[in-house]
């Protein structure tokens, strides 16, 4: 079983940051089969992609965060790090980490962790 720990949510401020962090296995951060990506749903919405990483250091984001949210892999530290710059109140939704297996297609999700963006 697979697991992944999100954390870093919270309350913030308009044009504030905060850094969400992503903990799993060893197993997962030391092969090169997993691409770590980050999706976020809005309360009443569809769950949405935001930025993913491969282990050969390849990132890809959603429009919507491209230049604002960076994706980070730390696979020494067994992390996958977002950071999000210059929030703004539609970034608000629970956050959650998702480690695909490009062999299998098998995903292995964490639990969410909120983030809140109000004055």
């Known amino acids: 079983q697979v697991q992944l720990v999100e954390s870093g949510g919270g309350l913030v401020q308009p044009g504030g940051s905060l850094r969400l962090s992503c903990a799993g296995p060893?197993?997962?951060?030391?092969?090169?089969?997993?691409?770590m990506r980050w999706f976020r749903q809005a309360l009443g919405k569809q769950r949405e992609f935001i930025a993913a990483?491969?282990?050969?250091?390849?990132?890809t984001y959603a429009d919507s965060v491209k230049g604002r949210f960076t994706i980070s892999r730390d696979n020494a530290k067994n992390t996958v790090n977002l950071q999000m710059n210059s929030l703004k109140p539609e970034d608000t939704a629970v956050y959650s980490c998702?480690?695909?297996?490009?062999?299998?297609?098998?995903?292995?999700w964490g639990q969410g962790t909120q983030v809140t963006v109000s004055s």
């Open positions: 998702n480690a695909l297996q490009t062999g299998s297609g098998l995903n292995y």
């Open positions: 060893r197993s997962i951060f030391s092969s090169s089969s997993y691409v």
């Open positions: 990483s491969t282990s050969a250091g390849f990132t």
